[in-house]
Structure formats: C-alpha cells, structure tokens
C-alpha cells in the first residue's frame, strides 16, 4: 500500500502530476514540476486530501455543513449563496485544528526553514482542491491564495482558511455549475518558498485568443501576480516563436498600479512611476528564457500549458505554477481548431480607401456591397461588406449577414454602431466626418479588408491584418468571474443571438429591445394588422421571440423594453403611411409611453402586453419583466400603469416594471415615478442628449456629446439616492458602460445595482465591476476611501 496515500503532508519531490486526489491539481503540478523537470521551481510542502478529511471529521464539523449546503436551493441567488457559504467557513475556520496535524504542519515549516537555511522563511500557501485544475475542467482560482505569510502559527492558520476556502461564494457556485459534488473535493494547501516577485505574470503554450500553437504567449506586469489575474491591470503582452525561439510580438502596456510584499508580512497596493509604469516588465532575453521554460514543460506533460511565473529581485526567473490548458486543448481532441482560409486577392499594400470612426471592434475583408436605399437590402448577401449612409432597424436583416458595416455618417451612439457591438461585427461610422464618404468612394463587388479597431478601411485583403491574429492585451488563466454586488446584464435585441450568449457570465438581460421583433419578423404596422384582421399575428410573433430570450437566460431575469420606434421608423413598416404623422424632430416626437395610452394606438399596445402575458402565463416564463421608454411626465407613468393592470399585468414580487430614465424630468421628479415603477434604466444616450441640448444624431455638434460630462454624472447620482430611499433600483442600459471603463467606476462608486452592456464587454466588466468593489472595500477598510460617494470628485 501506497503510504502516501495516509499521510497528512508530502514534500514537492515526493509528488508526481498523477497524485491528483492526494493533493489536488496545484500541489501535484508544483511536484511534478520539481521532480520532472529542470526549470527552476520555489521548494515546499503539500498538506493531503488526507489531512483535510481528517480536519474535517475529527472537528466534527461535516454534518453541521452538509445541513446547511441542504438549504442551498438556489445558487443562482447570490445572497443565498453568500449567506450559506459565509456561515460555513465560520464554522471551519474558528474549529480548532487537531493538535497532531497542526504539529505536523509546524514542523513541516521548520524543516523547510532548515533546509533553505532561512529564519522563519516567508511563504505562499495556495489552495489546490482535488477538483481543480483538471484537463477538462478549469478550476483554477477558485479557492484562496496567501501570499508573504511567516511565522509558524501563521502558517497553521492559513492553512485552516484555506481550507475554507473550499466554501467560497466562487467555489460552490462553480462546482454546483460543472457538476462537481461538494462532498467528492477535498483541499490540500500548498507551502511554498515566496517568490518575492519584482515582475510576474502568466504564459501560455497556445495563443489563447486564437488557438496559434506554434506560439508562446507571456503576459507580465510588475509585482505580484494577482493583479495580472483579477484583471486590476493591463499587462504586456509578447508572443514568442516556438521554432526560433525569437520574440515576433510585443505590446507594452502603462502598469502604473503593483501588489508588493512587505517585510514583516502581507502584501499592498502601490503606484509605479511614470518611467516605470511605461516600461517592459522583462527584458527580451528573458522573455526569451521563459518561452524556452515553457516549451520544456509543454514537452514534458505532453499538452498546452498554463504557467505562473515570477522574476525576484537579483533578476531570477522561477515557475511558481503550470497546468494544462483547458480551452484550445478541449477543442484540438475534438478537431474544432480554427484555420486561417486564404483568400486568392491578398496584398501586402497597406492603401487607405476610407477613414472613419472605430464603432465595434475587429478586423474582417471582404467583397463591398454598396446600398443607400432600404428598399435594396434584400440584393445583400452573407459575408459581404456592407457600406451605406446609415442603418435603422429596418436593416437589421442585412446587418446581419454583414462581415463587417461601414457608414457615412453617425457616431458612436448611432443605430449601425450600438447593433454591431452587440453582434459583434466590425463596424466603422461617420467616414463622411473624416474626409469622404463610404459611398462615394467604394464600389459594389471590391474587395477590401476593413480595420475597425482603428477606424480604416483597406484596399484588397491584407495579409498581416487578416492572418495574422489580433493578440489580446489580457490573459487570464480561468474563465472565472467572481460574484459581484452590483450585477452586470447585458443588452439583446435579436433573439437569434440569445441562445449564442447565454453562456456568457451574465446576471440577465437588462435590456432587450422590442424593436429588433417587428423589423426581423412582424414587419407590419401594429394598425394595420388590427384593421386588416390580423391582431394575432403580433402577439404571436413578439411572444415567440420573446420567449426565445427569455427560456435561453431563464432562470436570469430578462427585462423587455416596449416599442420605442419613433414615427419614421413606423412609418417604414407596411401600412404604416396611414398611421403616422410627419413629424420634422420625431426624436423628440410621438414615441415610448406618449403613445401607449394615446386613444390613436392604445390598441396596439395592448398586444404588446397580451404577448408579455402569454410569455408569463402560457409558456412558463416567470422571468420575464418589462420597461416602459420615453415617459415624460409622472401622469403618464400613472396611466401606462393602470393599462397594464387592467390586461392583467400586476407589478408584483416576480414581475417588475422599470422606467427608462432618460428625460430630465426622469431624475428631477423621480421621488414621484417612484410610485409607480420598481426601478429605472438610465438610457445614458437619450439622456445626454437632453441634459447637454445635443442632438445624438448630429455629426457637426458630436464632440460635444459625452456622457462623462459632469451634468450627467450628477444627475445620475441624484437618481440613484432618490430612487433608493424609497427601495428602488437603478441600472444603465445605454452607451456610457460598454464604452468607457471609468464611467462604470463611477457607476459603481455611485452605487448603481445594475449595469447592462453589450455581449462583448460582459466578460470584461464584469472583471472590472468586481476589481471597483474589491477597490472600495479596500479603501475603506485603509481609510482611504470617502464614506459617501459625494465626496468623489469626478
């Protein structure tokens, strides 16, 4: 019998990568690493699955858990979770530890002291579950690390939290989510010698962004490493040749923040100087040291790999981490890797055709179809370009066949640049504000290579641009999102596309836009269907598409925005002509709830609810809420109510009605619409333009419309205390959040519950919410933060 298999603590050369369920996938790499292999790895100590379980029973304390994890019936409620996991740990970390195993953990401790002939060495103690970092299933960081401990005790306490970290919000969420039963993972605490870390980062074996195995990817950024993972800094990136073993990319990045250890213990937060903060965190024949590292260890283990890595002070490169990677390696074995299709007109000429504003990231060629009448859309084919004056919600058809959009006018709030965000298509706008127009100058069937990261559009396809892959400016090693106080949604208007981003870590959908329903499917003016006999069919189309939305985020709330098409956009559906009026500023016009009680159209809006009511009461749907745009005065609110009360649309504990709060009036009266409504969603485009009297739509006066002007900020603030004294909740549907990163701090320090973003920018805000947070609490817990967000200065 294996006697390792009973013993409470094994040193890293007694381990190999297969003693997973001995200590767990960290533990077992870090041996694997010194026992394996001749790259340089900090020495230390693994406490077993064993001694966990012995904690665990000889404490007593596993019933206590397994009673409480019965009460957890819905992971999906963050408070649950938070308050069941947090009593939980309590629990495992004021249990004392049996004095056996904290003997041997202590004398562990002083053997290594012994051996690294230190005083009392300074350590790191990471958590390694037996579930975690497993080849198909990236667990990675979702238990505790501690960094820079030392002292005996110190580390036998640690090593107690990190086992309950085995109970963190994140790890429980996770695990319920893969399907790992919390009962099969036992934790086992790395003790390592602290690499004290002047530089650090993370590397890959593949590129991660692009599934390129013929490259090594190393991300950096100075100090400790945890900033690289919690997204709090934008490192440098270089991009390694794995057959020269030459640097053929690099990007360095303004890191002006860094995690430092300090010398009697712990770890803070410090600013980088400027020189400092500019410069690479390695020198080129260290980059080049550390691809060569991760090639052995790729060799070694025989697959892609993720590694940790450290640089100390006397400039020592050490391996403080490797494992297999999950993503590209899952779809190598089931032969999914993506390869790059030559196209037969490529050019290495860099000819400048157009230039325009950047509206929706990513770089794509292909043929140009030119169209400037909406009549025309339907000659558009799958996979061209297309290239018009501006788009409406009638072209959302073609949109999407589009590889990529190009338009004459408009900014960055106009309908091209918001629906290719959203669908993740390269956009660029507004190329007539930049000297000429796309219509004039690019020609139905050229072939061109659009660049809408950087706002141009290229003669032919580009070689460089459209093979070689765009890198990344951040790695993480797991796809892990910690759960965060103020919830990050996300904007959809085609329901085609929910089921595509339901898997994104989304808290719902804050805001899906009716609109999208009409023009891709009804496309008939609501009227005229009434007239003609037909009412059903908008109930049954809006319901269907709804319904899709709705069962692909359930059990997610999804909050539907009802129509808010103004009366040009109506007049575009058929039979509209006979409906609507000529209105010379319909921005400002008959539209949102203006309309709905209007005796003209209240009997449109009423299939509106009727389909809200069949998505809730005949297909199941209980998730579904609604929002009412455009209300101008506290009467209306009163009046779209009462209509919606009386076809059975009740405000109740699972139905919500929320109010757009994009009109001045929305802020300065909001202590009335309070009766009314649950909440509000901060339309920041309309609402800008209101606040500053400029019209979004304009191109002359668009530099001067900026959601970041301080008019908006404090009129949000003012919504938001106003709308929590009386229990209110207040989110952000509109522009400002997708496009700007410190309006979402603010938003956050603001108080905000809710922020909706386009699909693309989930992932990144919701690192960046839980960064804020983590930020706030930080400060307060220093004194360094204000106790009220009126005292920030913006």
Same mark, same amino acid.
């Given at each position: 019998?294996?006697?390792?298999?009973?013993?409470?603590?094994?040193?890293?050369?007694?381990?190999?990568?297969?003693?997973?369920?001995?200590?767990?996938?960290?533990?077992?790499?870090?041996?694997?690493?010194?026992?394996?292999?001749?790259?340089?790895?900090?020495?230390?100590?693994?406490?077993?699955?064993?001694?966990? *379980?012995?904690?665990?029973?000889?404490?007593?304390?596993?019933?206590?858990?397994?009673?409480?994890?019965?009460?957890?019936?819905?992971?999906?409620?963050?408070?649950?979770?938070?308050?069941?996991?947090?009593?939980?740990?309590?629990?495992?970390?004021?249990?004392?530890?049996?004095?056996?195993?904290?003997?041997?953990?202590?004398?562990?401790?002083?053997?290594?002291?012994?051996?690294?002939?230190?005083?009392?060495?300074?350590?790191?103690?990471?958590?390694? =579950?037996? =579930?975690?970092?497993?080849?198909?299933?990236?667990?990675?960081?979702?238990?505790? $690390?501690?960094?820079?401990?030392?002292?005996?005790?110190?580390?036998?306490?640690?090593?107690?939290?990190?086992?309950?970290?085995?109970?963190?919000?994140?790890?429980?969420?996770?695990?319920?989510?893969?399907?790992?039963?919390?009962?099969?993972?036992?934790?086992?605490?790395?003790?390592?010698?602290? =690499?004290?870390?002047?530089?650090?980062?993370?590397?890959?074996?593949?590129?991660?962004?692009?599934?390129?195995?013929?490259?090594?990817?190393?991300?950096?950024?100075?100090?400790?490493?945890?900033?690289?993972?919690?997204?709090?800094?934008?490192?440098?990136?270089?991009?390694?040749?794995?057959?020269?073993?030459?640097?053929?990319?690099?990007?360095?990045?303004?890191?002006?923040?860094?995690?430092?250890?300090?010398?009697?213990?712990?770890?803070?937060?410090?600013?980088?100087?400027?020189?400092?903060?500019?410069?690479?965190?390695?020198?080129?024949?260290?980059?080049?040291?550390?691809?060569?590292?991760?090639?052995?260890?790729?060799?070694?283990?025989?697959?892609?790999?993720?590694?940790?890595?450290?640089?100390?002070?006397?400039?020592?490169?050490?391996?403080?981490?490797? *494992?297999?990677?999950?993503?590209?390696?899952?779809?190598?074995?089931?032969?999914?890797?993506?390869?790059?299709?030559?196209?037969?007109?490529?050019?290495?000429?860099?000819?400048?055709?157009?230039?325009?504003?950047?509206?929706?990231?990513?770089?794509?060629?292909?043929?140009?179809?030119?169209?400037?009448?909406?009549?025309?859309?339907?000659?558009?084919?799958?996979?061209?370009?297309?290239?018009?004056?501006?788009?409406?919600?009638?072209?959302?058809?073609?949109?999407?066949?589009?590889?990529?959009?190009?338009?004459?006018?408009?900014?960055?709030?106009?309908?091209?640049?918001?629906?290719?965000?959203?669908?993740?298509?390269?956009?660029?706008?507004?190329?007539?504000?930049?000297?000429?127009?796309?219509?004039?100058?690019?020609? $139905?069937?050229?072939?061109?290579?659009?660049?809408?990261?950087?706002?141009?559009?290229?003669?032919?396809?580009?070689?460089?641009?459209?093979?070689?892959?765009?890198?990344?400016?951040?790695?993480?090693?797991?796809?892990?999102?910690?759960?965060?106080?103020?919830?990050?949604?996300?904007?959809?208007?085609?329901?085609?596309?929910?089921?595509?981003?339901?898997?994104?870590?989304?808290?719902?959908?804050?805001?899906?836009?009716?609109?999208?329903?009409?023009?891709?499917?009804?496309?008939?003016?609501?009227?005229?269907?009434?007239?003609?006999?037909?009412?059903?069919?908008?109930?049954?189309?809006?319901?269907?598409?709804?319904?899709?939305?709705?069962?692909?985020?359930?059990?997610?709330?999804?909050?539907?925005?009802?129509?808010?098409?103004?009366?040009?956009?109506?007049?575009?559906?058929?039979?509209?002509?006979?409906?609507?009026?000529?209105?010379?500023?319909?921005?400002?016009?008959?539209?949102?709830?203006?309309?709905?009680?209007?005796?003209?159209?209240?009997?449109?809006?009423?299939?509106?609810?009727?389909?809200?009511?069949?998505?809730?009461?005949?297909?199941?749907?209980?998730?579904?809420?609604?929002?009412?745009?455009?209300?101008?005065?506290?009467?209306?609110?009163?009046?779209?109510?009462?209509?919606?009360?009386?076809?059975?649309?009740?405000?109740? =504990?699972?139905?919500?009605?929320?109010?757009?709060?994009?009109?001045?009036?929305?802020?300065?009266?909001?202590?009335?619409?309070?009766?009314?409504?649950?909440?509000?969603?901060?339309?920041?485009?309309?609402?800008?333009?209101?606040?500053?009297?400029?019209?979004?739509?304009?191109?002359?006066?668009?530099?001067?419309?900026?959601?970041?002007?301080?008019?908006?900020?404090?009129?949000?603030?003012?919504?938001?205390?106003?709308?929590?004294?009386?229990?209110?909740?207040?989110?952000?549907?509109?522009?400002?959040?997708?496009?700007?990163?410190?309006? $979402?701090?603010?938003?956050?320090?603001?108080?905000?519950?809710?922020?909706?973003?386009?699909?693309?920018?989930?992932?990144?805000?919701? *690192?960046?919410?839980?960064?804020?947070?983590?930020?706030?609490?930080?400060?307060?817990?220093?004194?360094?933060?204000?106790?009220?967000?009126?005292?920030?200065?913006?």
């Amino acid at each position: 019998m294996d006697q390792r298999k009973t013993a409470n603590v094994l040193w890293f050369d007694e381990l190999k990568r297969e003693d997973v369920d001995l200590v767990g996938g960290k533990s077992s790499s870090l041996g694997e690493l010194t026992s394996g292999t001749n790259v340089p790895v900090p020495f230390g100590f693994a406490t077993t699955a064993s001694a966990y *379980r012995y904690f665990m029973n000889k404490t007593g304390i596993n019933d206590k858990i397994n009673n409480l994890l019965k009460n957890l019936k819905d992971v999906e409620n963050s408070d649950e979770l938070h308050k069941i996991c947090s009593q939980i740990r309590k629990i495992i970390v004021s249990a004392e530890m049996p004095a056996d195993l904290a003997k041997q953990i202590g004398d562990s401790y002083d053997q290594l002291a012994l051996k690294m002939k230190v005083n009392e060495p300074f350590v790191a103690v990471r958590s390694s =579950a037996t =579930a975690e970092d497993l080849p198909d299933a990236s667990f990675a960081g979702q238990q505790d $690390t501690y960094l820079n401990v030392h002292g005996r005790d110190n580390v036998i306490q640690k090593v107690k939290e990190c086992y309950a970290s085995t109970f963190t919000d994140r790890a429980t969420y996770y695990r319920v989510k893969r399907g790992f039963p919390h009962e099969k993972v036992a934790l086992s605490a790395a003790v390592q010698m602290m =690499a004290f870390s002047k530089a650090s980062g993370v590397m890959f074996t593949v590129n991660v962004a692009t599934g390129d195995d013929t490259k090594v990817m190393i991300e950096g950024s100075w100090g400790l490493g945890e900033y690289i993972v919690q997204g709090t800094v934008t490192p440098d990136n270089f991009v390694v040749d794995k057959a020269s073993g030459k640097i053929v990319d690099k990007t360095i990045n303004n890191k002006n923040i860094e995690l430092i250890r300090l010398h009697d213990g712990g770890v803070e937060e410090r600013k980088v100087s400027e020189d400092m903060a500019k410069s690479a965190c390695l020198t080129d024949e260290q980059v080049e040291t550390l691809a060569s590292y991760a090639k052995e260890i790729e060799k070694h283990y025989g697959c892609y790999m993720d590694m940790e890595w450290s640089l100390d002070g006397n400039n020592k490169l050490w391996l403080v981490q490797a *494992r297999p990677e999950t993503v590209w390696s899952q779809r190598k074995k089931e032969g999914k890797m993506t390869k790059e299709v030559a196209s037969e007109k490529v050019t290495t000429d860099h000819k400048v055709l157009v230039n325009g504003l950047p509206a929706s990231p990513g770089i794509k060629s292909g043929i140009v179809h030119v169209i400037e009448n909406p009549e025309d859309i339907d000659e558009f084919k799958e996979g061209e370009v297309l290239v018009t004056l501006m788009t409406s919600p009638d072209w959302v058809p073609a949109m999407k066949k589009a590889s990529a959009i190009v338009t004459n006018n408009g900014g960055m709030t106009c309908h091209a640049a918001i629906v290719s965000r959203e669908m993740q298509i390269p956009c660029i706008v507004g190329t007539a504000s930049r000297g000429a127009k796309a219509t004039a100058v690019l020609k $139905t069937g050229q072939e061109v290579t659009v660049d809408a990261k950087n706002g141009v559009v290229y003669q032919g396809v580009v070689a460089d641009m459209v093979k070689k892959p765009a890198q990344t400016s951040q790695v993480v090693s797991a796809e892990y999102f910690p759960p965060t106080a103020t919830k990050v949604m996300m904007n959809l208007g085609d329901p085609d596309l929910a089921e595509k981003y339901a898997s994104l870590p989304a808290d719902g959908i804050g805001l899906m836009r009716e609109e999208f329903l009409w023009t891709t499917y009804i496309h008939q003016h609501p009227l005229y269907l009434i007239e003609t006999g037909h009412p059903e069919r908008v109930v049954n189309e809006l319901a269907s598409g709804i319904s899709k939305v709705a069962r692909a985020m359930n059990p997610r709330p999804v909050v539907l925005r009802f129509s808010d098409f103004k009366s040009s956009e109506y007049r575009n559906l058929k039979g509209g002509d006979k409906y609507e009026p000529h209105e010379s500023a319909d921005l400002l016009g008959w539209r949102g709830a203006s309309r709905y009680y209007d005796p003209k159209y209240i009997e449109a809006f009423k299939l509106e609810l009727a389909a809200v009511k069949k998505v809730r009461d005949e297909f199941g749907l209980k998730n579904l809420n609604v929002m009412i745009p455009f209300c101008r005065t506290v009467d209306e609110a009163r009046k779209v109510v009462e209509i919606m009360v009386e076809c059975g649309l009740k405000r109740s =504990a699972d139905f919500k009605i929320f109010m757009m709060a994009e009109i001045p009036s929305n802020i300065i009266l909001a202590d009335q619409f309070n009766q009314f409504i649950d909440g509000y969603s901060i339309g920041s485009n309309d609402l800008t333009m209101l606040l500053l009297g400029c019209d979004r739509n304009n191109d002359t006066v668009a530099s001067l419309f900026d959601e970041r002007n301080l008019a908006v900020k404090r009129a949000i603030r003012h919504l938001i205390k106003t709308a929590h004294k009386d229990g209110k909740t207040v989110s952000i549907c509109g522009q400002a959040p997708s496009e700007y990163p410190e309006f $979402t701090e603010f938003l956050v320090k603001s108080g905000i519950d809710y922020v909706s973003v386009n699909p693309d920018m989930v992932k990144a805000t919701k *690192r960046n919410v839980a960064s804020y947070e983590q930020r706030i609490i930080l400060d307060h817990a220093t004194g360094l933060g204000k106790a009220d967000p009126e005292d920030y200065e913006w």
